[in-house]
């Protein structure tokens, strides 16, 4: 699995990137995408990378933007219950009973996250804003996205803001 936060393409050679793009596509890596303020995804659009994010227009993601003093309130999707993904407690292993979550009730929500806009053909959304409904699509934003892209698996989060959780729990 690599993992890319919100990271400057150019900290990358152009052959770094396609080696990346070739390990997800190729040899069936994980890239996992932790989408930042200032770099990530806007900055890779037009780079060997652009096809590994999720979102059809990466140089355009913006800010959601809740109502004035909300923060961004996020769920779990029925995908991500099918696929048994994202099934978070505070409570640790075995003290909950199986397919049990807490979240998201008992976690606090984002700050800020990003605005996705529409998603490419074969993404799945693995969690989303819950009440933040994207104006091109009429359903949730989604914050979480799977994507296939060759032999392997993306996982796009479009905030850095997960960190908070810690809070509730250690």
Same mark, same amino acid.
């Given at each position: 699995?690599?993992?890319?936060?919100?990271?400057?393409?150019?900290?990358?050679?152009?052959? =770094? !990137?396609? $080696?990346?793009?070739?390990?997800?596509? *190729?040899? &069936? #890596?994980?890239?996992?995408?932790?989408?930042? /303020?200032?770099?990530?995804?806007?900055?890779?659009?037009?780079?060997?990378?652009?096809?590994?994010?999720?979102?059809?227009?990466?140089?355009?993601?913006?800010?959601?933007?809740?109502?004035?003093?909300?923060?961004?309130?996020?769920?779990?999707?029925?995908?991500?219950r099918l696929?048994?993904?994202? =099934? !978070?407690? $505070?409570?640790?292993?075995?003290?909950? *009973?199986? &397919? #049990?979550?807490?979240?998201?009730?008992?976690? /606090?929500?984002?700050?800020?996250?990003?605005?996705?806009?529409?998603?490419?053909?074969?993404?799945?959304?693995?969690?989303?804003a819950t009440g933040?409904?994207?104006?091109?699509?009429?359903?949730?934003?989604?914050?979480?996205?799977?994507?296939?892209?060759?032999?392997?698996?993306?996982?796009?989060?479009?905030?850095?803001?997960?960190?908070?959780?810690?809070?509730?729990? &250690?």
């Open positions: 699995v690599i993992i890319l936060g919100d990271v400057r393409p150019r900290y990358f050679s152009e052959e =770094q !990137l396609a $080696l990346i793009r070739d390990h997800v596509a *190729e040899r &069936g #890596a994980g890239l996992l995408w932790v989408g930042g /303020p200032r770099y990530t995804p806007n900055y890779y659009a037009g780079t060997e990378l652009e096809l590994l994010l999720p979102m059809t227009s990466p140089g355009s993601v913006g800010r959601l933007v809740p109502a004035q003093g909300s923060e961004v309130p996020a769920a779990p999707t029925d995908a991500a696929l048994n993904l994202l =099934q !978070l407690s $505070l409570q640790g292993e075995g003290a909950t *009973e199986p &397919g #049990a979550s807490e979240w998201p009730d008992n976690l /606090p929500p984002f700050r800020w996250a990003q605005d996705l806009g529409p998603l490419r053909p074969g993404a799945k959304p693995l969690a989303s933040l409904v994207d104006p091109e699509t009429g359903e949730e934003s989604p914050l979480v996205v799977l994507y296939r892209y060759g032999a392997g698996e993306v996982i796009y989060v479009g905030t850095d803001e997960t960190w908070r959780w810690r809070k509730a729990g &250690g």
